[in-house]
């Protein structure tokens, strides 16, 4: 997953930091539920994994 364009924000809106995201190795395990492909579990690893 590439979020090197990505910042994080805190739940108020305010800017947490200005350091940009990285890359990230990551595995999405899906289900077919009720006729749509979803999301069931989600993992990202560390920054630089990828």
Avoid: F, I, R
């Amino acid at each position: 997953m590439d979020d090197t364009q990505w910042l994080q924000y805190k739940l108020d809106g305010s800017l947490k930091n200005d350091v940009p995201g990285s890359h990230h190795h990551t595995k999405a395990t899906v289900e077919y539920v009720h006729g749509a492909w979803k999301v069931s579990k989600l993992y990202v690893d560390q920054a630089g994994t990828c």
